[in-house]
């Protein structure tokens, strides 16, 4: 079996819901405390084994691209100021992986920014990991997720339980349990209204994928909002294939979504020893 060795992040996507905070910066580079949501997303695949990150970008995300490499002026003042703790800490994130750039040339859906990252991909399974859903778990989400890969050899989707008021922002999964925290994928239904959803487990962020998923994404079929979409195309393969969907140990967070960033902030913030005890006291009194 092949090792899940690349990821695909796609970041293209016009961030529509967060305007105006993303006219002229990228949704993923917003901050969650001290440090943009896309290098949570990297270290995520880093710590699950992943060695070259393939970001599949457009002309306004260049910032992406920039935080992930070298900044040499900046790198020069701090050792100048003898800074080294910051110094530190910038060089490690642009050694943390490989990374490459495939540009998405309009946002023609998520599953075409997939598609287009197929040259890159080859013939090998790989990950997905969407810019904005944040997961906080002890042991990274996707490397629960390659744990069942590995056993199974079969596509594995990332999936939590969600309140059945919001499965119609979700792919749903019709599921077979196996155990636990694993389940069998009979079909995938894309954002069902709570009377007809098959289950309350939500698809949130995170694919291992095989490349025939290339083959179904190719013929381009356009599905909600004139879109290429991920989930249209995982339905047909579900028809042909067998799959798994893990129910991963770890709190989501969508954070394309305003009220759930706040959330996370405050869930980050607290977990941080600085600001842990000051901020307990200004949210009791506000
Ligand atoms: P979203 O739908 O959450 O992102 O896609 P969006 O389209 O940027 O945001 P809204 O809905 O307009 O607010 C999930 C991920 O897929 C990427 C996005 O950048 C995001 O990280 N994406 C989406 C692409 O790369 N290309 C696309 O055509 C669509």
Redesign the pocket.
């Known amino acids: 079996m092949k090792r899940i060795r690349k990821a695909v992040?796609?970041?293209?996507?016009?961030?529509?819901?967060?305007?105006p905070a993303?006219k002229a910066q990228?949704?993923?580079m917003l901050p969650l405390v001290d440090k943009p949501l896309i290098q949570y997303i990297v270290e995520e695949a880093v710590a699950s084994g992943i060695e070259e990150i393939i970001f599949?970008?457009?002309s306004t995300?260049r910032a992406i691209e920039d935080h992930f490499d070298r900044a040499f002026e900046l790198e020069y003042r701090l050792r100048q100021k003898g800074k080294k703790s910051e110094l530190d800490q910038l060089q490690q994130i642009s050694n943390m992986a490989k990374f490459c750039y495939v540009r998405?040339k309009?946002?023609?859906?998520?599953g075409?920014?997939i598609y287009t990252a197929q040259p890159l991909v080859g013939d090998e399974p790989f990950a997905v990991l969407?810019?904005?859903?944040i997961i906080d778990a002890k042991i990274p989400a996707l490397k629960q997720m390659i744990a069942v890969y590995q056993k199974y050899g079969q596509v594995v989707l990332g999936c939590t339980k969600v309140a059945k008021s919001e499965t119609h922002k979700y792919g749903i999964i019709d599921p077979l349990p196996v155990s636990d925290r694993l389940v069998k994928v009979k079909r995938i239904v894309e954002k069902p209204r709570a009377a007809q959803a098959p289950s309350q487990l939500a698809v949130t962020?995170r694919y291992v994928l095989t490349p025939e998923i290339f083959k179904i994404l190719a013929k381009g079929r356009k599905g909600a909002g004139g879109?290429?979409q991920l989930t249209d195309a995982l339905a047909v393969y579900f028809k042909n294939h067998p799959g798994y969907a893990c129910v991963y140990q770890g709190d989501y967070y969508?954070c394309?979504s305003k009220l759930e960033f706040i959330k996370a902030i405050v869930r980050f913030s607290l977990k941080r020893p600085e600001f842990k005890k000051e901020l307990k006291k200004y949210l009791k009194n506000i």
């Open positions: 992040i796609p970041v293209a996507g016009l961030g529509t819901r967060f305007l993303t990228p949704k993923e599949v970008t457009s995300k998405q309009s946002p023609k859906g998520l075409h920014a969407l810019g904005d859903d962020g879109e290429i969508d394309g």
